[in-house]
């Protein structure tokens, strides 16, 4: 009964390469997030999504596209990998916008770029 | 640019003792402060919070304190014990200042709880 799930749990694929990170929550959350952790253990955020609209942008290159189909869902898409997008990624959901509201991740999608 | 800051990369403490882990800040304008703690292989998990206008949050074995002037804030375990053994992370928000949908996380404690 997973509360915040994210698919696959583990990647590694090849510099260039296209892949995708699904995260889903059964919460009834209205907020979904990404965040990266990377080698230097900083969890930083990347995107909010707030009922399927962005609200954060963190200065994210282009090449990563959030896509919210519905509330439930928000998956995660990069293109022309590159060895620096190896991290851990992490999904997590709220019931609202609002940072006071505890906020739930997932656990983890560990993406490793050769 | 850290403006959340946890300089013990790891705390190692006997069962049964207090355990303390540390956070500071940078950023005047955050006003509302997490702790959440992590297991290996699974995302974080809230822990603990407190806004500024609070100076100790406590929950069962849990307290925060926040002292705004050092903007400092400190997590208390008592007692501990060695299911608490997990990273913790420090995270602060500024609910006042208008980004108040972003959490700015340090680099987390690694906690361990010797029996």
């Known amino acids: 009964d997973t509360a915040v799930s994210q698919t696959p749990k583990y990647l590694v694929t090849q510099m260039g390469n296209d892949k995708s990170i699904k995260c889903e929550q059964n919460l009834g959350h209205d907020t979904m997030y990404w965040y990266k952790q990377d080698s230097k253990k900083f969890l930083k955020i990347m995107f909010s999504y707030n009922n399927k609209e962005l609200i954060i942008n963190e200065t994210v290159p282009n090449r990563f596209s959030p896509k919210s189909p519905d509330k439930a869902h928000l998956n995660l898409h990069i293109n022309s990998l590159e060895l620096g997008d190896s991290a851990v990624y992490f999904c997590?959901?709220?019931?609202?916008?609002?940072?006071?509201?505890?906020?739930?991740f997932g656990p983890g999608t560990r993406l490793t770029v050769l | 640019d850290q403006q959340v800051k946890q300089n013990s990369p790891s705390l190692s403490v006997q069962e049964g003792r207090i355990s303390i882990l540390n956070c500071d800040y940078t950023n005047s304008m955050f006003d509302y402060f997490l702790w959440y703690k992590k297991y290996p292989a699974e995302g974080p998990t809230f822990l603990i919070s407190i806004s500024s206008i609070k100076d100790k949050n406590e929950d069962g074995r849990f307290t925060v304190f926040l002292n705004k002037s050092a903007k400092h804030l400190s997590l208390h375990i008592v007692p501990s014990q060695p299911g608490d053994s997990a990273v913790y992370f420090c995270?602060?928000?500024?609910?006042?200042?208008?980004?108040?949908?972003?959490?700015?996380f340090g680099k987390g404690t690694l906690l361990t709880v010797n029996p």
């Open positions: 995270a602060a928000s500024a609910v006042g200042g208008g980004s108040n949908y972003k959490l700015t």
């Open positions: 997590a959901s709220s019931p609202n916008i609002g940072s006071t509201d505890t906020q739930y």
